[in-house]
């Protein structure tokens, strides 16, 4: 048949009833119980209009979530990533670049990494990478990475507060505090120091001789009140 969206002469797929007909076809995928053109046929810029497919550079491939179904053979290809809240198989973070989506510009490429529940932009230049909340599942692993912190009460990774801008998104992480005086993100004493000769050394933070821990100091307290 004539397709009309890439100019050229396409295999029926639709013709071809059973999975072993279609599978002999290159240009045919069995999906959802009927034969239809795979990925593979369509030409990049027709690609973007299948949910079904991922444009990766100039070549169009199946979606992750069509390709996988387990988490063993999701993490196997470099281009995918398990997520685990959704239970299915996604597109990897790094895979979100100019160069692998042809025709998207750079604040489109950014804003699709920030859709992807997994994904943000970090770094400089900043790229898009996985959140460390799931680029580490131990504390050394996500102590030894300059982006990341580990919360110790909560055993997770998160984003360092250092690399967190604005007050609003700093609050909202329970392992940092926003300094109004600088205008900046920091750790909260508790996980920034876990002695009290390093605590009693940050202008900041002052000994819980009680808790025996790192708390803020008096001062820095009130000064945020005010």
């Not at 390093?198 to 202008?203: I, L, R, V």
């Amino acid at each position: 048949i004539w397709d009309e969206a890439q100019n050229r002469c396409e295999a029926d797929c639709q013709k071809m009833q059973t999975s072993a007909q279609c599978g002999v076809n290159k240009e045919c995928k069995f999906f959802n119980g009927r034969c239809t053109a795979a990925c593979s046929s369509f030409v990049k810029t027709a690609c973007a209009s299948y949910s079904r497919c991922q444009l990766n550079g100039d070549v169009c491939q199946e979606a992750c979530g069509v390709k996988y179904a387990t988490t063993a053979s999701c993490n196997l290809d470099e281009q995918c990533m398990w997520d685990d809240a959704s239970s299915q198989c996604t597109r990897a973070c790094d895979t979100y670049t100019e160069a692998n989506l042809p025709g998207r510009t750079a604040a489109q490429v950014s804003n699709d990494c920030a859709k992807a529940a997994m994904c943000e932009m970090m770094g400089t230049p900043k790229t898009c990478k996985q959140q460390c909340l799931y680029r580490h599942t131990n504390a050394g692993g996500c102590t030894n990475d300059a982006e990341c912190q580990w919360d110790s009460v909560r055993q997770t990774c998160g984003k360092k507060c250092a690399l967190i801008t604005g007050s609003t998104t700093c609050a909202n992480d329970p392992t940092c505090t926003w300094v109004a005086t600088s205008s900046e993100c920091r750790q909260q004493c508790q996980y920034l120091h876990v002695s009290k000769t390093t605590c009693d050394a940050d202008a900041g933070c002052a000994w819980n001789a009680k808790a025996k821990q790192c708390s803020t100091a008096c001062d820095q307290l009130k000064a945020a009140g005010s």
